[in-house]
């Protein structure tokens, strides 16, 4: 009966009017400014900040050591530069190191970089301290992206971007080039986002630096954010994703399973098809819908043990239609992948 399921779920956010909040009495001087430069033509990553576009950007410090040491000189020097197009936002990393045979990076899966040098970008588009977009990105230009809702962080999920990396004789360098298609934003001719800025050192211990210092007597990370300014005229809506699959398998078994030499006989040929369609005509409203959707079709699952266990095996969400909109619906009674083989589901936000 389950593949007659039809699923409807529907997630309305309405923002009257985005008032950024910069502080309890709403003054914005009291935010350090990040200013991001526009630029003509988009740029080409090598993740060396070779581009002479960058030279036009204003560069601000990671200045502040903010684990171990509380708002204490960072030990390292750290600039990051903001630019953007019409398209796309381009944060560059500059992380200088005195010992940079120290660097520590792996080749490894998304979203398992923490272990690594990294640095990380975090964008509240909103400036309400209750959604943050994390972008993260370690030596070799592997990424990680989680949403960060309040202190809680979901590496489920992920979003298209670009990102490069190098290494040099006075550190590293990195560069993220993000969609704003990507992202959800006020349909504001000039846009006003909280951002927060960070710069991972391992070495004897994990080293954590920021560019706005942090009061660890304040629960709240993105209100501590400083201010992403400069974004003017940029557009996320208009945009369709399609992702449609097909696959087709064949089984079959020797006629005598006690004679090696016996004939081989297959059975008929199974197929499926399915897919999934989003359209977002604005940056605040968007339309999901699949037919037949696969789990497959994105990744397998990860091996797990079966036997003696407490708890319920717990697999993590990877399906796109699942995952969108998946922070506002993570409560103990909500566990989308017990939504298993569904033969239709449709989705709205607005």
């Known amino acids: 009966m389950n593949r007659l399921v039809f699923l409807i779920s529907a997630f309305l956010l309405y923002h009257s009017s985005f008032t950024p909040a910069f502080g309890a009495d709403g003054d914005r ?20 900040l070779d ?16 684990q171990p040491g509380e708002n204490t000189p960072a030990p390292q020097h750290t600039l990051a530069t903001a630019l953007y197009t019409r398209d796309y936002l381009y944060i560059g990393f500059r992380c200088f190191d005195s010992n940079p045979n120290e660097i520590r990076a792996n080749m490894t899966d998304r979203d398992r970089i923490f272990k690594d040098d990294f640095v990380m970008a975090v964008f509240d588009t909103y400036g309400d301290h209750q959604r943050g977009y994390e972008f ?4 070799f230009g592997i990424q990680a992206d989680l949403m960060k809702t309040l202190n809680n962080e979901d590496e489920s999920f992920d979003v298209m971007w670009q990102s490069a990396a190098a290494r040099n004789d006075s550190g590293w360098t990195a560069e993220l080039a ?23 050192y391992p070495r004897t211990s994990r080293v954590i630096t920021s560019w706005t210092p942090y009061d660890r007597n304040n629960p709240s990370d ?9 974004l003017v005229d940029i557009e ?8 449609p699959y097909a696959m087709g398998q064949q089984a079959g078994n020797l006629i005598d399973a006690n004679n090696p030499s016996s004939s081989f006989s297959n059975n008929k040929i199974q197929g499926r098809i399915g897919g999934g369609i989003q359209y977002s005509p604005s940056p605040n409203f968007s339309l999901d819908a699949v037919v037949n959707p696969d789990f497959s079709q994105i990744e397998t699952d990860a091996g797990q043990i079966s036997v003696n266990t407490t708890f319920a095996l717990n697999f993590q969400e990877k399906r796109p239609f ?10 103990p009674m909500y566990y989308s992948r017990s939504i298993n083989n569904p033969l239709g589901a449709a989705r709205v936000i607005g």
Request: proline content about 8%; glycine content about 8%; aromatic content about 8%.
């Open 222 to 230: 993105l209100s501590q954010a400083g201010v992403l300014t400069g």
């Open 51 to 66: 581009d002479p576009l960058w030279k036009l950007g204003q560069p601000v410090n990671l200045s502040y050591e903010i």
């Open 178 to 200: 993000i969609p704003f298609k990507s992202l959800r934003f006020p349909n504001n001719g000039e846009q006003t986002w909280s951002v927060l800025l960070y710069r991972n």
């Open 236 to 243: 996320s809506g208009g945009t369709v994703e399609l992702l």
């Open 29 to 48: 001087e009291t935010k350090p400014l990040f200013r991001a430069t526009r630029i003509e033509r988009p740029i080409q990553l090598s993740g060396k």
């Open 136 to 139: 993260a990105v370690n030596p």
């Open 322 to 331: 699942f995952l969108t909109g998946q922070e506002l619906l993570q409560t």
